[in-house]
């Protein structure tokens, strides 16, 4: 459901690597909604300011 292969999820067990945020806001869809996820889902969270300057910078990449 997420389309992520099994070498992806064992190295976010691992600690390699982590999902990206397009993915865990897949992944909290499905576990919010189950198997029928909507693609419409609005997550808030509080971010300081360098927090929200990092996630900002990465997304412009």
């Known amino acids: 459901m997420i389309y992520v292969t099994d070498k992806t999820i064992s190295s ?5 690597t982590g ?3 397009e993915v865990i806001i897949k992944i909290s ?3 919010i909604y189950g198997d029928n996820p909507k693609n419409d889902i609005e997550i808030k969270i509080k971010l300081s300011k360098d927090e929200f300057e990092i996630i900002e910078n990465m997304m412009k990449k």
Do not use: M
């Not at 976010?12 to 390699?16: A, L």
């Open 12 to 16: 976010w067990k691992s600690n390699r």
């Open 19 to 21: 999902p990206n945020l």
């Open 29 to 31: 869809g499905i576990l």
